[in-house]
């Protein structure tokens, strides 16, 4: 799933293209995208999209009379830019938006189709997106310790929580708790004033050093490989190679359909974590399906 680092190169990479630039059509080959019908989709056509903005893992599209597109990519979905009037792959597209100089298209590999377009009218209405999370970019220290200790959860699922902080996934967290040298099963109620000061910084380092380094890679194109498994990660999707720092064996967690990764030596004292009490302990303090705790930001769904 696009996490906060590549949503923010997605969003500085369409207002480059696209800001004040008219958009004269959606084009719909899903109609299930799209999980509005008031206002109308049309009510956009031919609107020049003024701003892009975040909300959490969501990427806003600002036009003129506060409309709104609210769009969320989920795991599979992703944008690419190509000519004008471009056709939408078969298997795998859900939508076009046709500008003058080219068209931005909306696809979701996979059968679960999750990826999902909202189309709303005024502040008020977009706020309902926002689950609450905390700008982990913009927090203070303070901030932050106050709501880390809200409710007492495993770090993976704090971290990754879209009530508790916004933009935070699985891949990113994983990379975070690796850098501050926590164990992922790590109870916040159980953390001292240290630990959570070394949170808060790896949260801040980890994700302002991958913004800069997708940017770096993206230069003036457009992000067309977004992924989850970046070479450069330390732990994330790297079971069974050596840990950069240590050079210990990367380990996992498995449990429903969720992998946790991390390094025994940096992070757990050398104990492996993968036995059946603590997949026990993360299915109840984890959903099933990694995107669950997206889906119930989405306005109106049981928290």
């Not at 293209?17 to 995208?33: E, G, H, N």
């Not at 309902?128 to 959860?153: K, P, Q, W």
């Not at 790896?202 to 970046?230: K, M, N, Q």
Request: net charge positive.
């Amino acid at each position: 799933m696009p996490e906060l680092p590549d949503i923010t190169i997605y969003i500085e990479r369409l207002n480059a293209l696209l800001r004040d630039r008219p958009l004269r059509q959606i084009r719909l080959a899903s109609p299930f995208v799209l999980r509005t019908a008031q206002p109308p989709l049309e009510s956009l056509h031919q609107k020049p999209v003024i701003d892009f903005e975040r909300i959490g893992k969501r990427i806003v599209f600002v036009f003129p009379d506060e409309l709104f597109l609210v769009l969320h990519l989920m795991i599979a979905g992703r944008l690419r830019w190509r000519e004008p009037g471009a056709r939408i792959p078969g298997k795998i597209g859900l939508a076009a938006f046709d500008f003058d100089h080219g068209t931005l298209l909306l696809t979701e590999a996979g059968t679960q189709k999750r990826a999902s377009m909202h189309v709303v009218q005024g502040r008020n209405a977009l706020q309902g997106f926002d689950a609450g999370g905390l700008d982990v970019l913009n927090m203070t220290v303070d901030a932050f310790r106050e709501r880390l200790l809200s409710e007492n959860h495993t770090l993976k699922r704090t971290l990754t929580d879209p009530r508790l902080f916004s933009g935070i996934g699985n891949a990113y967290s994983d990379e975070i708790l690796h850098r501050a040298g926590l164990s992922p099963i790590l109870q916040t109620h159980k953390m001292t004033p240290e630990q959570i000061e070394r949170l808060y910084s790896a949260i801040r380092t980890t994700l302002t050093e991958w913004i800069d380094r997708l940017r770096e890679e993206t230069g003036d194109g457009f992000p067309e490989s977004v992924t989850a498994f970046h070479p450069g990660m330390a732990v994330h999707g790297k079971y069974g190679q050596p840990c950069p720092v240590c050079g210990s064996t990367i380990q996992r967690i498995r449990y429903a359909h969720n992998e946790t990764n991390y390094c025994p030596t940096c992070q757990t004292g050398g104990r492996l974590l993968a036995d059946r009490a603590l997949s026990r302990l993360l299915k109840q303090d984890w959903p099933r399906r990694p995107e669950e705790l997206e889906e119930r930001t989405q306005p109106g769904a049981r928290k």
